[in-house]
């Protein structure tokens, strides 16, 4: 059983993968992820509410700091 889903888990991986990444096997990450340096503290409040909103965004929570894994109620 376990075999089976770690198959199927590396299935999903390479059939990500598109099809000009010529160096791998798989892809993990999502297409067009990438650091973005945080310039002041605007943009990491910015950043941050972004985060905190995306919960209440797919509405699992009414409010960010419900979210039992966020850091919005610090």
């Known amino acids: 059983m376990r075999q089976q889903k770690a198959e199927r888990l590396l299935q999903r991986l390479h059939s990500a993968k598109p099809a000009r990444k010529q160096d791998r096997e798989y892809q993990y990450w999502q297409e067009g992820v990438q650091?973005?340096?945080?310039?002041?503290?605007a943009m990491m409040r910015e950043k941050?509410?972004?985060?905190?909103?995306?919960?209440?965004?797919?509405?699992?929570?009414?409010?960010?700091?419900?979210?039992?894994?966020?850091?919005?109620?610090?």
Do not use: F, Q, T
């Open 48 to 74: 941050l509410d972004y985060i905190h909103a995306n919960p209440v965004k797919r509405g699992y929570v009414k409010l960010p700091r419900h979210w039992s894994y966020s850091s919005a109620a610090n």
């Open 35 to 41: 650091a973005k340096l945080i310039l002041n503290e």
